[in-house]
């Protein structure tokens, strides 16, 4: 059974940081991809940004300068660093990562369950 656990998300002033993290746990062969998503209310879930397992990042636009993904691969882990937050990052932020439970089967997608981030003064 393959488990992400997110934690870190809270209310903020707008201006402020917050940083998440995502732990896979479980039995499984190797985590590759990781990733961060978002989903406001009455909103579709969008991507935020993600890591491949060589540690390549990519951002969606409206984060780009603001936060950093990264990870910690001996601990099978995931963190979004969010600065500058605006009132407009609020969301339940969810991670997702890809991975493989035997070697050499399919890599599948996991989600975490979400965290809620709250942006306002």
């Known amino acids: 059974q393959v488990q992400l656990v997110e934690s870190g998300g809270g209310l903020m002033q707008p201006g402020g940081s917050l940083r998440l993290a995502c732990a896979a746990s479980?039995?499984?062969?190797?985590?590759?991809?990781m990733a961060w998503y978002r989903q406001a209310p009455g909103k579709q879930r969008e991507l935020v940004a993600g890591?491949?397992?060589?540690?390549?990042?990519h951002y969606a636009d409206s984060v780009k300068g603001r936060f950093t993904i990264s990870r910690d691969m001996s601990k099978n882990t995931t963190y979004l660093q969010m600065n500058g937050l605006k009132p407009e990052d609020t969301a339940v932020y969810y991670c997702?990562?890809?991975?493989?439970?035997?070697?050499?089967?399919?890599?599948?997608?996991?989600w975490g369950q979400g965290t809620q981030v709250t942006v306002s003064s």
């Open positions: 997702n990562a890809r991975i493989a439970t035997v070697q050499g089967t399919p890599r599948m997608d996991y």
């Open positions: 479980g039995n499984f062969f190797s985590v590759y991809a």
């Open positions: 890591i491949t397992s060589d540690s390549s990042t």
